[in-house]
T-cell receptor, first 113, second 114 residues
Framework: DQQVKQNSPSLSVQEGRISILNCDYT??????FLWYKKYPAEGPTFLIS?????DKNEDGRFTVFLNKSAKHLSLHIVPSQPGDSAVYFC????????????FGTGTRLKVLA | DAGVIQSPRHEVTEMGQEVTLRCKPI?????LFWYRQTMMRGLELLIY????????DSGMPEDRFSAKMPNASFSTLKIQPSEPRDSAVYFC????????????FGPGTRLTVL
């Protein structure tokens, strides 16, 4: 059973608009969450993280929101750029500072110029 | 820095054959990870090495899979015998701190088992 779910396999957004990528999890023990970005023919790269003690973390154009009661997090990209076109994975763990995360299946974002 | 190097980049083999995937981590990194990516299950951690010692192999799917790290600059993931359901992209990652948010991933090996 998938403990971390990214229910939208793909998303298309116009350049300059907001991209919202969603992630749901089932395990209430998860306390630390990561987002990774992956370009074709490359490995994933770490993008942004959030701890359960926060409900928002921002890094430039990227903001992650966490709703613990709903077991839901989302990644917002504003404004979206063509270079943001990639697959985005969310991942969750019961604690920070660990190597062991449960990953979702990814959402492919396409930003249209 | 060359980053994490994986070879081969693509591998096509027939069911029952032995497959060996190779990884060279970033120099100085003491943690190494092997992952498998599939459409259905996303990224799954297979095994974690620290200072060349396997620390956690709970993600290795079955006895057909084995991994070694004979020295700090080389690791292999072997599948013997291979099966069509092993078809996936296999990633190697290395890290200095051993945490998921400090990992550097290689480009992956796309394995197809016919």
């Amino acid at each position: 059973d998938q403990q971390v779910k990214q229910n939208s396999p793909s998303l298309s957004v116009q350049e300059g608009r907001i991209s919202i990528l969603n992630c749901d999890y089932t395990n209430s023990m998860f306390d630390y969450f990561l987002w990774y970005k992956k370009y074709p023919a490359e490995g994933p790269t770490f993008l942004i993280s959030i701890s359960s003690i926060k409900d928002k973390n921002e890094d430039g154009r990227f903001t992650v929101f966490l709703n613990k009661s709903a077991k839901h997090l989302s990644l917002h990209i504003v404004p979206s750029q063509p270079g943001d076109s990639a697959v985005y994975f969310c991942a969750a763990s019961p604690s920070s500072g660990t190597y062991k995360y449960i990953f979702g299946t990814g959402t492919r974002l396409k930003v249209l110029a | 820095d060359a980053g994490v190097i994986q070879s081969p980049r693509h591998e096509v083999t027939e069911m029952g054959q032995e497959v060996t995937l190779r990884c060279k981590p970033i120099s100085g990194h003491n943690s190494l990870f092997w992952y498998r990516q599939t459409m259905m299950r996303g990224l799954e951690l297979l095994i974690y090495f620290n200072n060349n010692v396997p620390i956690d192999d709970s993600g290795m799917p079955e006895d057909r899979f084995s991994a070694k790290m004979p020295n700090a600059s080389f690791s292999t993931l072997k599948i013997q015998p291979s099966e069509p359901r092993d078809s996936a992209v296999y990633f190697c990652a290395s890290s200095l701190a051993g945490t998921a948010d400090t990992q550097y991933f290689g480009p992956g090996t796309r394995l197809t088992v016919l």
